[in-house]
C-alpha cells in the first residue's frame, strides 16, 4: 500500500508565484489535514477536512486556501507565496472513529526565495 | 489537550532495549497517549497507542502506570534505523480539527 504520498517532494518559488501541493491516501480515511514543520518547530495544523467537499480552518490558516474534491484527495494552494511560507509541509489522513491515529506523508518542501 | 515531558535527549546501544519515559501529570479520563516518531526529513511515523492497559504491537510496547500519570515506550531490541526525536502526545480520541500537538520530544541516539 502506498499510504499517504505527497506531490512535489521539492519545489522551489519565487515570491508572489502559486502553486498546489497534492496529497493523496489509498486507505479510504474520512480525515485529511495538512501541517507545516518550521526547523526546530512543532507541526502546526494548517487546514483539515472531515470529508469529501468539506474543509475547515486549522492553527495557522492565512496564505493558504484547501479544497477536498475527492475523497482520497487534499490539495494545498498558495495563492501569492511569501518567504515566511518556506518550510516543509506534511499531509496527513485518518479514520474517523474511536482513538485511530493519524499517517503521515513524507513531506513537501517548499522554498520561497 | 494534557502537557507531556519528556528527556531532550537519550542514548541506547544497538541490540539493547530503549525505554523512553513520558510524564503527563495532567491527563484527564478520556485522553490517550499516542507514541510517534520522525526520522530526520520523514513525516512522523505512529508507533502506538493507549488508554490505560498496557499495549504492544510489532514495533513497540506502552507501558501506562496504574495512575496514568506517565508512561514508557519501549523499543525491545534497538537498531540504528531507530535513531530518530520520539513524540508523546495526549489527546483526546480523533475528533474534527482536534490537531496533534508535537513537543520538543526525545532524540534517541542508537549507537553500534
Known amino acids: 500500500n502506498a499510504g499517504v504520498t505527497q506531490t512535489p517532494k521539492f519545489r522551489v518559488l519565487k515570491t508572489g508565484q502559486s502553486m498546489t501541493l497534492l496529497c493523496a491516501q489509498d486507505?479510504?480515511?474520512?480525515?485529511m489535514y495538512w501541517y507545516r514543520q518550521d526547523p526546530g518547530m512543532g507541526l502546526r495544523l494548517i487546514h483539515y477536512?472531515?470529508?469529501?467537499?468539506?474543509?475547515a480552518k486549522g492553527e495557522v490558516p492565512d496564505g493558504y486556501n484547501v479544497s477536498r474534491l475527492k475523497k482520497q484527495n487534499f490539495l494545498l494552494g498558495l495563492e501569492s507565496a511569501a518567504p515566511s511560507q518556506t518550510s516543509v509541509y506534511f499531509c496527513?489522513?485518518?479514520?474517523?472513529?474511536?482513538?485511530?491515529?493519524?499517517?503521515f506523508g513524507d513531506g513537501t518542501r517548499l522554498s520561497i526565495l | 489537550d494534557a502537557k507531556t515531558t519528556q528527556p531532550p535527549s537519550m542514548d541506547c546501544a544497538e541490540g539493547r532495549a530503549a525505554n523512553l519515559p513520558c510524564n503527563h501529570s495532567t491527563i484527564s479520563g478520556n485522553e490517550y497517549v499516542y507514541w510517534y516518531r520522525q526520522i530526520h526529513s520523514q513525516g512522523p511515523q505512529y508507533i502506538i497507542h493507549?488508554?490505560?492497559n498496557n499495549e504492544t504491537n510489532e514495533m513497540a510496547s506502552l507501558i501506562i502506570t496504574e495512575d496514568r500519570k506517565s508512561s514508557t515506550l519501549i523499543l525491545p531490541h534497538a537498531t540504528l534505523r531507530d535513531t530518530a526525536v520520539y513524540y508523546c502526545i495526549v489527546r483526546v480520541r480523533n475528533t474534527a480539527g482536534n490537531m496533534l500537538t508535537f513537543g520538543g520530544g526525545t532524540r534517541l541516539m542508537v549507537k553500534p
Open positions: 496527513a489522513s485518518s479514520y474517523v472513529t474511536l482513538d485511530q491515529p493519524q499517517h
Open positions: 486507505m479510504n480515511h474520512e480525515y
Open positions: 477536512s472531515v470529508g469529501e467537499g468539506t474543509t
Open positions: 493507549g488508554l490505560k
